[in-house]
């Protein structure tokens, strides 16, 4: 199992959550964060914003469904044909177990 992480634009996760069902991947979380990337903020002006508001998404899948989750998220995040700075990243982290707290039981 992988636990998939994707920080995109808010503006973003409606639609992405929404194919996401739509491919047969209803299961997410979704937070509310502030961050920076590669870019370490946005200068208007003489100001400098490093707290840019985005939204995780957390998803945890099968092994074999992780291109179909990627590519769902990736498509959608993206700003245009081209992509642009701010667009987000994903990240993939192994999961070893997963129990469900109403019955105990060991299962994704």
Same mark, same amino acid.
């Given at each position: 199992?992988?636990?998939?992480?994707?920080?995109?634009? %808010?503006?973003k996760? /409606?639609?992405?959550?929404?194919?996401? /069902?739509?491919?047969?991947? %209803?299961? @997410?979380?979704?937070?509310?964060?502030?961050?920076?990337?590669?870019?370490?903020? @946005?200068?208007?002006?003489?100001?400098?914003?490093?707290?840019? %508001?985005?939204?995780?998404?957390?998803?945890?899948? /099968?092994?074999?469904?992780?291109?179909?989750?990627?590519? @769902?998220?990736?498509k959608?995040?993206?700003?245009?044909?081209?992509?642009?700075?701010?667009?987000?990243?994903?990240? @993939?982290?192994?999961?070893?177990?997963?129990?469900?707290?109403?019955?105990?039981?060991?299962?994704?």
């Amino acid at each position: 199992m992988l636990m998939i992480k994707a920080i995109v634009r %808010p503006e973003k996760t /409606n639609q992405i959550l929404a194919e996401l /069902n739509d491919a047969g991947f %209803p299961a @997410v979380t979704k937070i509310d964060v502030v961050g920076r990337g590669k870019q370490k903020g @946005v200068m208007i002006g003489d100001v400098v914003y490093d707290e840019i %508001p985005k939204e995780m998404l957390v998803i945890v899948v /099968n092994d074999e469904d992780k291109e179909d989750v990627i590519s @769902v998220i990736g498509k959608v995040a993206k700003t245009g044909e081209k992509g642009a700075f701010g667009d987000g990243k994903i990240f @993939v982290i192994p999961v070893e177990e997963v129990y469900t707290i109403s019955s105990g039981k060991k299962e994704l």
